[in-house]
Each structure stands twice: as C-alpha cells, then as structure tokens.
C-alpha cells in the first residue's frame, strides 16, 4: 500500500485500526462519510466523488496535483474494503445539519 498511496498509507491503517471511520446513511439512501482525524477533527468525506474536506485534500490533491487522495479517503476506502467502517443511521434532517455545519465551516 505504501508503494502505491505513499505518505497517506501508514496514516490510514491508523485511522482503520482505531476504527475512526463511520458511514453515515438516511432513510432515502444519502451516504458520507465522517472520520476523526489524528487532531481529534472531524472531517467528512465522500467516496462517490472521491471529495474530503480536510486541509490536506484541498492542498496536495486539488490545489498541487500531489497525491491521489489523503490519508481520510484512503482510510473510507480500506474501511469498506475490510468491513471495519461504524455505521450511524440518521434522519434527513440530522444529515442536512451534518452537511451544513461544514458548509458553514468552510465559508
């Protein structure tokens, strides 16, 4: 893994082994995901459109063309992959509050 996704992957089993990714789903069937990062901040990501909004994503994939993804988007990934992700089941209104918070965050 580390041959393929570099610096991100030590980081991600990390963040898989202390099982700080959570699939957050509503009644219609709208998804994302939310890991707790090594700061102990909570950042929400989206394998869909392979989107996270973590500093790191911003800067070394969108901004530099650095990376693939970051170390958050790795974890969602090995997380499915192996099984290991938590699972929340929300109404519509707590995920539109989830969605907003970061919005609001961001801006």
């Not at 699939?23 to 890991?35: D, E, I």
Request: glycine share 6%; with cysteine; charged share 15%.
């Amino acid at each position: 893994l580390k041959f393929i996704f570099g610096p991100s992957a030590v980081p991600a089993l990390d963040l898989v082994d202390q099982r700080s990714v959570t699939w957050v789903r509503s009644p219609s069937g709208r998804t994302l995901y939310q890991v707790l990062g090594s700061s102990g901040k909570l950042y929400t990501c989206y394998s869909s459109c392979h989107f996270c909004t973590c500093p790191a994503f911003g800067f070394s994939v969108l901004q530099k063309n650095e990376s693939l993804l970051c170390k958050h988007i790795l974890a969602v990934y090995l997380s499915q992959a192996m099984g290991a992700c938590q699972e929340l089941a929300v109404s519509e209104e707590q995920l539109t509050n989830i969605l907003l918070a970061e919005e609001e965050e961001e801006g």
